[in-house]
């Protein structure tokens, strides 16, 4: 079972801050936090946002936007939403500044913690 399943159908509410080295950014937080109608995704790593043809992409512009997939391979979480945009996460080694990468906290059932190699 995909343990990032409780994230699929969410729809963005908010973005408090942008991801952490995200290009273009001007903020020096160290983390950023993603409001959804189910809950919370804290991401403390490197992220980018990007449409499927590899344009960087607003984070304004996905505020309203439904969550489509999830997944992580061994260097990086995606999470996809409507219309083929991709959230990337890095789970690289290198970029990160504590033990999670992210945190998913639900309104309701387990919190998601987002490791290299391990989703707990």
């Not at 995909?2 to 903020?27: D, E």
């Not at 939403?81 to 290198?94: D, M, P, T, V």
């Amino acid at each position: 079972m995909n343990k990032l399943t409780p994230i699929i159908g969410a729809q963005l509410v908010s973005v408090t801050t942008p991801c952490p080295n995200f290009p273009g950014s001007s903020s020096d937080m160290e983390e950023a936090h993603l409001e959804f109608d189910t809950g919370n995704l804290a991401i403390y790593n490197p992220c980018t946002l990007q449409c499927d043809s590899g344009l960087t992409v607003e984070f304004n512009s996905i505020i309203g936007g439904q969550v489509t997939d999830a997944f992580a391979s061994s260097d990086e979480l995606a999470i996809v939403f409507a219309g083929r945009i991709y959230l990337k996460i890095s789970l690289k080694e290198e970029d990160f500044i504590q033990a999670e990468a992210a945190v998913y906290r639900p309104k309701s059932g387990p919190i998601i913690v987002m490791r290299s190699g391990n989703l707990a």
